[in-house]
């Protein structure tokens, strides 16, 4: 491989000569080689951004000649489009705080802004990584900014899905809003209850789950850009800081602001731990209801047998006609690992030491992560499973006019001992407890009619009389 020569303030560096990286990316990219796994692209584009906004700036304040700016700014539009992806090259482990992501940023913006102006890649003469595309700049002030841009735009796109998922289980709850099924509490057996009751809770908690990301998304509208190194602004112009956020603002249509207090901001992680537990909260509500789902699908013929999933691929390689539940499945071991990724945030967020975290890297990884595979995950689910569920309807109500739980209708007119009396005769004559109560002449037919009615069993009880 061809190479060449660069340097920094350690010694000189042997780069790949068609590189857009320089010396110090080289030189994490050796130091760094642990998983592979490289920043989400959004990350990058957010970087990218932040370059191209401080070009403007400091050119509108004076502070950087306008031709080195517009080269910058026009290279930094390439990586927000896409474009030199593949020199992005850092390891998520990697040095702390985000030193190594900000110099490849800068390495690599400068080299495409040489070419821009005629140059040849490494004659940082012409445009300096450090002196001119991260001037006014830290990394301690550039990598918070872009973690807070990142997640934004992340989370915007995580609540359309919430409100697809949401629509989805409300669309099904009208569906099956006529059919009553058997309540379960312990896992046993309790009052009846509408399927379309069910499929209600689930959408209303994705709403409330959405209500949670939404508020813990608006503290990050709160930037430190201009902070520098520790959070007082030293080598950043006035004129620029109000600069950059005008025009992070406008690039970005974000109601962004200053920070009231910047080695406040540039200390603390906590907004972000308020996000990583907002999706850990909807991970959990998604949990506990793709195993409901799952459960009320478990058959086909020695389960509920409730509901039945779509069926999407084949579930066994040695069971034939075996069908599994494969999306809930899937989003099942997406959600463990948001909850995961939770307590890892949890961990960083506490680790920072006096003026910065240095765990930022990992944190604003471990939320684009998060936020990606919630995404995917529950569109498809959605997709593939949800829209796709249909009601066994005889077998629920079959299994409904049998259930004990149906007996507590009686406990209002009869009293708690009679009633269980006639919820035992109806297991052991394995009959409806409708018909047990009528064997039993605990009240007139009529009555028992009204009572085991089945829309008023799942419906508030406005017949007792208040008394007194």
Avoid at 77 to 86: A, F, I
Avoid at 198 to 222: C, G, I, Q, T
Avoid at 344 to 355: D, I, K, N, R, S
Wanted: charged share 25%; hydrophobic share 40%.
């Amino acid at each position: 491989m061809e190479t060449r020569k660069e340097h920094d303030y350690l010694g000189p560096v042997e780069v790949p000569k068609d590189a857009y990286w320089g010396a110090q990316t080289q030189r994490a990219s050796m130091n760094f080689p642990i998983s592979g796994i490289r920043p989400y692209p959004e990350f990058i584009a957010s970087l990218a951004l932040i370059k191209r906004a401080a070009a403007e700036a400091n050119m509108k304040a004076g502070l950087l000649e306008e031709k080195k700016a517009k080269a910058i700014m026009r290279a930094a539009e390439e990586v927000m489009k896409g474009k030199l992806r593949e020199h992005f090259i850092i390891d998520v482990y990697q040095a702390g705080a985000g030193t190594s992501n900000n110099m490849n940023a800068n390495e690599v913006i400068a080299n495409r802004s040489i070419e821009i102006l005629g140059g040849k890649r490494g004659d940082y003469s012409i445009v300096h990584p450090n002196d001119d595309v991260n001037k006014s700049q830290s990394t301690n002030d550039v990598i918070p900014t872009a973690m807070r841009l990142t997640t934004i735009g992340m989370l915007n796109g995580l609540a359309m899905t919430m409100d697809y998922a949401e629509n989805a289980f409300m669309k099904k709850s009208k569906e099956f809003d006529k059919i009553i099924k058997s309540g379960r509490t312990h896992l046993m057996d309790a009052a009846p209850i509408r399927l379309g009751q069910e499929f209600e809770a689930w959408a209303r908690m994705v709403h409330k789950d959405k209500s949670r990301v939404m508020a813990a998304m608006d503290r990050l509208f709160e930037i430190n850009i201009g902070a520098t190194a520790v959070g007082t602004g030293l080598n950043a112009n006035p004129v620029y800081r109000t600069n950059m956020v005008d025009t992070l603002k406008r690039l970005t249509g974000y109601d962004l602001k200053p920070a009231d207090f910047l080695p406040e901001a540039t200390q603390s992680m906590a907004d972000f731990l308020e996000v990583s537990a907002a999706l850990r909260s909807f991970a959990a509500d998604m949990v506990k209801i793709t195993n409901d789902i799952r459960l009320m699908n478990s058959g086909p013929v020695s389960g509920f047998e409730e509901i039945s999933l779509p069926a999407v691929q084949p579930g066994s390689s040695i069971m034939p006609g075996k069908v599994n539940p494969s999306m809930a499945e899937a989003l099942l071991m997406v959600c463990f690992k948001v909850i995961g990724e939770d307590d890892t945030v949890l961990l960083c967020a506490q680790a920072g030491q006096l003026e910065l975290n240095i765990t930022m890297p990992l944190i604003i990884w471990c939320i684009t992560h998060s936020i990606t595979i919630l995404d995917n995950a529950c569109r498809l689910f959605v997709d593939k499973g949800v829209l796709g569920i249909k009601a066994n309807k005889d077998k629920i109500e079959k299994e409904v006019s049998r259930t004990p739980g149906v007996g507590l209708a009686l406990n209002p007119y009869i009293g708690y001992e009679k009633a269980a009396e006639v919820v035992k005769k109806a297991i052991a004559d394995g009959i409806p407890i409708k018909e047990a109560a009528k064997k039993m002449k605990v009240l007139p037919d009529k009555k028992l009619d009204e009572i085991f009615d089945p829309f008023r069993l799942t419906s508030p009880d406005v017949s007792q009389k208040k008394k007194g």
